[in-house]
């Protein structure tokens, strides 16, 4: 009996572990997302979308499929630094549902001072293809 209660609670520090390290790697992810974005990036930004037409950009404008789709409305959008701003995330919540998916919400803000400030928030999927964690679901408002 004994040695079923130690599996058990190894198999939960284990998950824990592995829970708090895909959470660490998420968070890692958008800060390098921010820095590409600050830096005028936007096809390293995209790096961390899943290159594929399943990608599905969500606003209030309506739905944005496919990562080409996305990458071409985010250049139309923003066609220059000045128009891209600075950026910041304010992550409020990670949640690894599964060893494989990931939900994140948190807020977004722009400073643009010639064309003014705009933000908002922001809900993403995250699926861990080969290792890898990439957005799937960008629902920004």
Known sequence: MMGKICLLFLLSFSSLAQTNSDEA??????????????????????????????????????????????????????PNQEAMGQLSFDILEVDVTASKTAWVIGKWNLVRPKLGDVGGHFTLLLKKIKGKWLIFRDHTS
């Open 25 to 78: 790697s998420i968070r890692a992810i958008l800060a390098t997302q921010n820095k590409l974005w600050n830096q005028g990036d936007i096809s390293g930004f995209m790096a961390y979308y899943h290159h594929s037409t399943d990608l599905k950009f969500i606003s209030k404008n309506g739905i944005t499929q496919g990562w080409d789709a996305t990458l071409a409305r985010y250049q139309k959008s923003y």
